[in-house]
Nanobody, 117 residues
Framework: QVQLVESGGGLVQPGGSLRLSCAAS????????MGWYRQAPGHERELVAN???????NYADSVKGRFTISGDIAKNTVYLQMNNLKPDDTAVYYC???????????WGKGTLVTVSS
């Protein structure tokens, strides 16, 4: 069973930076898109950023200009560089990879990011 493993979360002060990483335990055939989502306490899970197999990238408006997604579809690795973090960015961050060939969404277990002074 394929597993996605995230790392890089932690406690950071407002204005600080963190880099999240996610890797699949084995290659996922026909990966179409990889992305990061987040869920804050009392809120629904929301999209942070996606990177598609054609190189297209999209971001949530709330993180544009501060977060950068990167990754390698062929290697099933994805990263999220988060700069100028704000308390509202506090959430559990989840990695997701979708395979169109298998029709399966793969999710990581999440990594907690806390932005607080």
């Amino acid at each position: 069973q394929v597993q996605l493993v995230e790392s890089g979360g932690g406690l950071v002060q407002p204005g600080g930076s963190l880099r999240l990483s996610c890797a699949a335990s084995e290659r996922i055939r026909s990966t179409y898109v990889m992305g990061w989502y987040r869920q804050a306490p009392g809120h629904e899970r929301e999209l942070v950023a996606n990177i598609w197999n054609d190189g297209k990238i999209n971001y949530a408006d709330s993180v544009k200009g501060r977060f950068t997604i990167s990754g390698d579809i062929a290697k099933n690795t994805v990263y999220l560089q988060m700069n100028n973090l704000k308390p509202d960015d506090t959430a559990v961050y989840y990695c997701k990879m979708f395979s169109y060939g298998l029709g399966i969404d793969y999710w990581g277990k999440g990594t907690l990011v806390t932005v607080s002074s």
